[in-house]
């Protein structure tokens, strides 16, 4: 999923909500208000030291995550990650990636606004709107920015809250693999992920964590949980068999992820959770 630069949101919803992580769902009808949780989260994301890191000696940012919505009113995801990364050389630069998108609870309409900032340049930023037709089996796509345009999406594609549901509801009944392909609104608008998800078994409630002890932390720990993994490939003509990067993270079962590792393939990303706050929702009439 990722340049690191311009790390999609696709990737990083993914971990994030469960959900799915941002990658979808062939047709479910988000019924369930209280399946996913929603909270805001804060992540310090650093370069995972354990594994060699091509041309990069340091990465430090932060990644605020906030999650709200049912599956009456539609679900809202607002992110924002700030980074700083250190080459090898010497030189460093700092990037903001901001992304704000709304899902119709059935999953049949998505909206989608993101920017990426270099210090504080702006780089580029896509906007637009998708609905879905036909029984599911064709979604068509309003780009407005960069490049005003429409496309057609055929087959089974699904929304990020979608692929979160799909991915939870898998753990939950032991399923091990799932295959789906996303569409987030990243690459400009006009990218479809293929992605393959590879689930763990059911950690039990209170399974040691990656971090210290955080505020609604006994919450999480009352939870069973699974490891995700999860690898995006680009589904181009010219697009080989190896993804574009990979994500995993740990699954609780109310949607909320933690642990998290961003797999580029020359280095790697590490988010561990620092700050969690569940937030009030109205529930479904």
Not at 214 to 222: G, R, S
């Amino acid at each position: 999923m990722i340049r690191f630069q311009t790390i999609t949101v696709a990737v990083l919803l993914a971990a994030l909500t469960v959900w799915l992580p941002a990658n979808v769902v062939h047709a479910i009808a988000l019924g369930n208000a209280k399946e996913l949780a929603p909270h805001r989260a804060v992540y310090e994301m650093t370069l995972d030291t354990s594994r060699p890191a091509k041309g990069i000696s340091g990465v430090h940012g932060r990644m605020v995550f906030e999650f709200a919505g049912s599956g009456c009113d539609g679900y809202t995801m607002n992110m924002r990650l700030v980074t700083r990364v250190e080459a090898k050389t010497g030189q460093a630069s700092v990037t903001d990636l901001r992304s704000s998108t709304w899902e119709q609870g059935t999953g049949r309409q998505y909206r989608f606004n993101s920017s990426h900032y270099r210090g504080e340049k702006l780089e580029d930023s896509t906007s637009g709107d998708a609905e879905r037709f036909e029984n599911d089996s064709r979604v068509e796509v309003h780009v407005r920015v960069p490049n005003a345009k429409n496309i057609k999406l055929d087959g089974p594609v699904l929304f990020p809250t979608q692929h979160s549901l799909k991915i939870l509801r898998a753990a939950k009944s032991s399923k091990r693999v799932l295959q789906a392909r996303v569409y987030d609104g990243s690459s400009n608008g006009d990218k479809v992920y293929a992605t393959t998800a590879f689930i763990g078994k059911k950690l039990k409630p209170g399974f040691k964590h990656d971090s210290k002890k955080i505020t609604n932390d006994d919450a999480l720990e009352k939870l069973a949980s699974w490891l995700v993994s999860i690898s995006y490939f680009d589904t181009d003509e010219k697009a080989t068999q190896t993804p574009d990067y990979q994500l995993s993270f740990r699954l609780y079962e109310n949607g909320i992820s933690r642990e998290l590792l961003i797999d580029y393939g020359d280095f790697a990303i590490k988010g561990v959770l620092s700050s969690l706050e569940f937030i009030s929702s109205p529930e479904c009439k």
